[in-house]
Protein backbone atom coordinates (compact mmCIF):
# COMPACT_ATOMS: atom_id res chain seq x y z
CA UNK A 1 0.00 0.00 0.00
CA UNK A 2 1.25 3.42 -0.83
CA UNK A 3 2.35 5.99 1.24
CA UNK A 4 2.92 9.51 0.02
CA UNK A 5 3.01 13.23 0.41
CA UNK A 6 1.63 15.84 -1.85
CA UNK A 7 3.34 18.79 -1.99
CA UNK A 8 2.19 21.72 -4.17
CA UNK A 9 1.74 25.62 -3.99
CA UNK A 10 -1.87 27.07 -3.22
CA UNK A 11 -3.47 25.74 -6.58
CA UNK A 12 -1.15 23.55 -7.60
CA UNK A 13 -3.43 20.31 -7.72
CA UNK A 14 -2.12 18.28 -4.24
CA UNK A 15 -5.98 17.67 -3.98
CA UNK A 16 -7.48 17.13 -7.15
CA UNK A 17 -4.20 14.41 -7.87
CA UNK A 18 -4.33 13.38 -4.04
CA UNK A 19 -7.98 12.44 -4.39
CA UNK A 20 -7.03 10.38 -8.09
CA UNK A 21 -4.28 8.89 -6.22
CA UNK A 22 -6.45 7.31 -3.20
CA UNK A 23 -9.42 6.44 -6.11
CA UNK A 24 -6.91 4.32 -7.65
CA UNK A 25 -4.99 2.91 -4.62
CA UNK A 26 -7.25 2.44 -1.82
CA UNK A 27 -4.51 4.53 0.51
CA UNK A 28 -6.58 6.81 2.97
CA UNK A 29 -6.74 10.70 1.36
CA UNK A 30 -6.14 12.97 4.16
CA UNK A 31 -6.30 16.81 3.71
CA UNK A 32 -5.38 18.96 6.37
CA UNK A 33 -6.97 21.96 5.02
CA UNK A 34 -10.01 19.82 5.07
CA UNK A 35 -9.49 18.20 8.48
CA UNK A 36 -8.41 22.14 9.81
CA UNK A 37 -11.78 23.61 8.36
CA UNK A 38 -13.99 21.18 9.85
CA UNK A 39 -12.68 22.13 13.04
CA UNK A 40 -13.51 25.79 12.22
CA UNK A 41 -17.03 24.77 11.26
CA UNK A 42 -17.63 23.00 14.55
CA UNK A 43 -17.03 25.83 16.30
CA UNK A 44 -14.86 24.94 18.69
CA UNK A 45 -12.86 26.50 21.03
CA UNK A 46 -9.77 24.46 19.42
CA UNK A 47 -11.70 25.32 15.60
CA UNK A 48 -12.11 29.72 16.45
CA UNK A 49 -8.27 29.15 17.49
CA UNK A 50 -7.29 27.69 13.77
CA UNK A 51 -9.53 30.11 12.00
CA UNK A 52 -7.34 33.24 13.48
CA UNK A 53 -4.52 31.70 11.24
CA UNK A 54 -6.37 29.88 8.16
CA UNK A 55 -8.65 33.39 7.30
CA UNK A 56 -5.19 35.07 6.71
CA UNK A 57 -3.64 32.65 5.11
CA UNK A 58 -0.50 31.91 7.95
CA UNK A 59 -0.28 28.46 8.59
CA UNK A 60 -1.25 27.16 11.83
CA UNK A 61 1.43 26.43 14.68
CA UNK A 62 2.67 22.58 14.66
CA UNK A 63 1.52 21.91 17.56
CA UNK A 64 -2.00 22.15 16.62
CA UNK A 65 -1.45 20.76 13.62
CA UNK A 66 0.23 17.65 15.38
CA UNK A 67 -2.66 17.28 17.77
CA UNK A 68 -5.59 17.62 14.65
CA UNK A 69 -3.93 14.86 12.35
CA UNK A 70 -1.97 12.36 14.01
CA UNK A 71 -4.56 10.38 15.41
CA UNK A 72 -6.82 10.74 11.68
CA UNK A 73 -3.03 9.80 10.21
CA UNK A 74 -2.46 6.68 12.17
CA UNK A 75 -6.30 5.81 12.43
CA UNK A 76 -6.65 5.77 8.68
CA UNK A 77 -3.22 4.10 8.13
CA UNK A 78 -3.83 1.18 10.35
CA UNK A 79 -7.58 0.90 8.33
CA UNK A 80 -6.22 1.33 4.43
CA UNK A 81 -2.57 0.38 5.61
CA UNK A 82 -1.46 4.06 3.64
CA UNK A 83 -2.16 7.11 3.16
CA UNK A 84 -2.09 10.48 0.78
CA UNK A 85 -1.38 12.89 2.43
CA UNK A 86 -2.34 16.41 1.40
CA UNK A 87 -0.99 19.84 2.52
CA UNK A 88 1.13 17.85 5.78
CA UNK A 89 4.10 17.79 5.94
CA UNK A 90 4.49 22.13 5.73
CA UNK A 91 7.86 22.86 7.26
CA UNK A 92 10.51 21.67 7.36
CA UNK A 93 10.18 21.35 11.54
CA UNK A 94 6.91 19.65 10.55
CA UNK A 95 8.88 17.04 7.95
CA UNK A 96 11.78 16.30 10.27
CA UNK A 97 9.05 15.42 13.19
CA UNK A 98 6.95 13.44 10.84
CA UNK A 99 9.80 11.55 9.55
CA UNK A 100 10.70 10.44 13.03
CA UNK A 101 6.96 9.31 14.36
CA UNK A 102 6.94 7.57 10.62
CA UNK A 103 10.08 5.86 12.08
CA UNK A 104 8.26 4.95 15.28
CA UNK A 105 5.19 4.16 13.74
CA UNK A 106 6.45 2.17 10.72
CA UNK A 107 4.86 4.62 8.45
CA UNK A 108 7.58 6.36 6.40
CA UNK A 109 6.56 7.87 3.17
CA UNK A 110 7.79 6.41 -0.23
CA UNK A 111 7.00 9.10 -2.08
CA UNK A 112 7.20 12.94 -2.18
CA UNK A 113 5.25 14.27 -5.33
CA UNK A 114 5.59 17.99 -5.75
CA UNK A 115 3.10 19.61 -8.49
CA UNK A 116 4.27 22.82 -9.85
CA UNK A 117 2.50 25.14 -12.23
CA UNK A 118 3.08 29.07 -12.71
CA UNK A 119 1.99 31.86 -10.50
CA UNK A 120 -0.44 33.26 -12.56
CA UNK A 121 -2.43 29.43 -13.03
CA UNK A 122 -2.10 29.09 -9.70
CA UNK A 123 -3.73 32.55 -9.06
CA UNK A 124 -6.40 32.02 -11.75
CA UNK A 125 -7.24 28.42 -10.67
CA UNK A 126 -7.71 29.70 -6.82
CA UNK A 127 -10.13 32.84 -8.10
CA UNK A 128 -11.93 30.28 -10.14
CA UNK A 129 -12.58 27.42 -7.21
CA UNK A 130 -13.40 31.12 -4.98
CA UNK A 131 -16.28 31.18 -7.41
CA UNK A 132 -17.98 27.91 -6.49
CA UNK A 133 -16.86 26.90 -2.85
CA UNK A 134 -16.73 30.09 -1.02
CA UNK A 135 -13.43 29.74 0.33
CA UNK A 136 -12.45 32.52 2.55
CA UNK A 137 -8.97 32.38 2.00
CA UNK A 138 -9.19 32.63 -2.06
CA UNK A 139 -9.09 35.90 -2.00
CA UNK A 140 -6.76 37.78 -4.15
CA UNK A 141 -4.57 39.03 -1.10
CA UNK A 142 -4.81 36.12 0.68
CA UNK A 143 -4.01 33.89 -2.26
CA UNK A 144 -0.82 35.90 -2.68
CA UNK A 145 0.06 35.60 0.97
CA UNK A 146 -0.30 31.81 0.93
CA UNK A 147 1.67 31.52 -2.43
CA UNK A 148 5.20 33.83 -0.07
CA UNK A 149 4.34 31.77 2.83
CA UNK A 150 4.76 28.16 0.57
CA UNK A 151 7.83 30.29 -0.80
CA UNK A 152 9.38 30.93 2.90
CA UNK A 153 7.67 27.81 4.51
CA UNK A 154 7.04 24.67 2.82
CA UNK A 155 9.64 24.90 -0.93
CA UNK A 156 12.78 23.94 1.07
CA UNK A 157 10.43 20.46 1.60
CA UNK A 158 11.28 19.80 -2.13
CA UNK A 159 14.95 19.46 -1.53
CA UNK A 160 14.69 17.74 1.60
CA UNK A 161 12.46 15.16 -0.16
CA UNK A 162 15.09 14.97 -3.12
CA UNK A 163 17.50 14.15 -0.70
CA UNK A 164 15.62 11.32 0.92
CA UNK A 165 15.69 9.48 -3.29
CA UNK A 166 11.78 9.89 -2.76
CA UNK A 167 10.98 13.00 -5.31
CA UNK A 168 8.67 12.96 -7.71
CA UNK A 169 8.50 16.65 -9.75
CA UNK A 170 5.77 17.37 -12.20
CA UNK A 171 3.88 20.12 -13.73
CA UNK A 172 0.52 20.24 -13.80
CA UNK A 173 0.26 22.77 -16.20
CA UNK A 174 -1.05 20.25 -18.76
CA UNK A 175 -4.39 18.28 -19.16
CA UNK A 176 -5.04 16.22 -15.98
CA UNK A 177 -4.81 13.00 -17.49
CA UNK A 178 -1.08 13.87 -18.79
CA UNK A 179 -0.23 14.05 -15.00
CA UNK A 180 -1.62 11.25 -13.54
CA UNK A 181 -0.67 9.21 -16.48
CA UNK A 182 3.16 10.45 -15.55
CA UNK A 183 2.27 9.72 -11.70
CA UNK A 184 1.24 6.10 -12.37
CA UNK A 185 4.45 5.11 -14.32
CA UNK A 186 6.54 6.35 -11.76
CA UNK A 187 4.57 4.60 -8.72
CA UNK A 188 4.37 1.69 -10.81
CA UNK A 189 7.82 1.35 -11.82
CA UNK A 190 8.71 1.52 -8.14
CA UNK A 191 6.27 -1.24 -7.11
CA UNK A 192 4.16 1.39 -5.21
CA UNK A 193 0.75 1.07 -7.56
CA UNK A 194 -0.32 -2.22 -8.95
CA UNK A 195 -0.25 -2.74 -12.80
CA UNK A 196 -3.46 -2.08 -14.10
CA UNK A 197 -4.31 0.17 -11.81
CA UNK A 198 -4.63 4.44 -12.90
CA UNK A 199 -6.81 3.01 -15.64
CA UNK A 200 -10.40 3.98 -15.70
CA UNK A 201 -12.89 2.27 -13.30
CA UNK A 202 -10.52 1.81 -10.73
CA UNK A 203 -12.15 1.54 -7.29
CA UNK A 204 -13.38 4.35 -5.35
CA UNK A 205 -11.03 5.51 -2.48
CA UNK A 206 -12.18 6.43 0.88
CA UNK A 207 -12.05 9.86 2.67
CA UNK A 208 -11.36 10.20 6.53
CA UNK A 209 -11.93 13.63 6.68
CA UNK A 210 -15.91 12.81 5.67
CA UNK A 211 -15.45 15.63 2.64
CA UNK A 212 -17.14 14.88 -0.55
CA UNK A 213 -15.25 13.95 -3.54
CA UNK A 214 -14.56 16.22 -5.76
CA UNK A 215 -14.29 15.35 -9.31
CA UNK A 216 -14.44 18.39 -11.04
CA UNK A 217 -11.55 20.67 -12.60
CA UNK A 218 -10.47 22.33 -8.88
CA UNK A 219 -6.91 21.65 -8.13
CA UNK A 220 -5.63 22.97 -5.19
P1 LIG B 1 -3.91 25.53 0.06
O1 LIG B 1 -2.83 24.59 -0.25
O2 LIG B 1 -4.74 25.93 -1.11
O3 LIG B 1 -3.44 26.76 0.82
P2 LIG B 1 -5.04 23.85 2.24
O4 LIG B 1 -6.46 23.43 2.33
O5 LIG B 1 -3.99 22.81 2.11
O6 LIG B 1 -5.01 24.85 0.99
O7 LIG B 1 -4.67 24.76 3.51
C1 LIG B 1 -5.49 25.84 3.89
C2 LIG B 1 -4.90 26.53 5.12
O8 LIG B 1 -4.87 25.60 6.21
C3 LIG B 1 -3.47 27.02 4.99
O9 LIG B 1 -3.39 28.31 4.42
C4 LIG B 1 -3.00 27.03 6.44
O10 LIG B 1 -3.53 28.16 7.13
C5 LIG B 1 -3.70 25.80 7.00
N1 LIG B 1 -2.88 24.57 6.94
C6 LIG B 1 -3.13 23.46 6.19
N2 LIG B 1 -2.20 22.53 6.39
C7 LIG B 1 -1.32 23.04 7.27
C8 LIG B 1 -0.11 22.56 7.88
N3 LIG B 1 0.38 21.34 7.59
N4 LIG B 1 0.53 23.39 8.75
C9 LIG B 1 0.05 24.60 9.05
N5 LIG B 1 -1.07 25.12 8.53
C10 LIG B 1 -1.75 24.35 7.64
Redesign the pocket.
Known sequence: MVRVIML?????G??THGKWLTRQTGAAHI????L??AEVARGSDLGRR?AA??A???????D??FSI?MPVLVAAARDTGGYVL??????MP?ALRAAELGLELSLTADAAIYLTAPVEELTSR?LDRAGRDG?E??TLGVIRH?LA??ARETAPLVDYYRGRGILLELSTDRPEAEVQADLRDWLQARGLMPSGAGGVGAAPGTSPNGAAEDRGPAA?
Open positions: SPPGGKGSSGDLRVYTRGDLVPDLILDGFPRTQLRDDRVFR
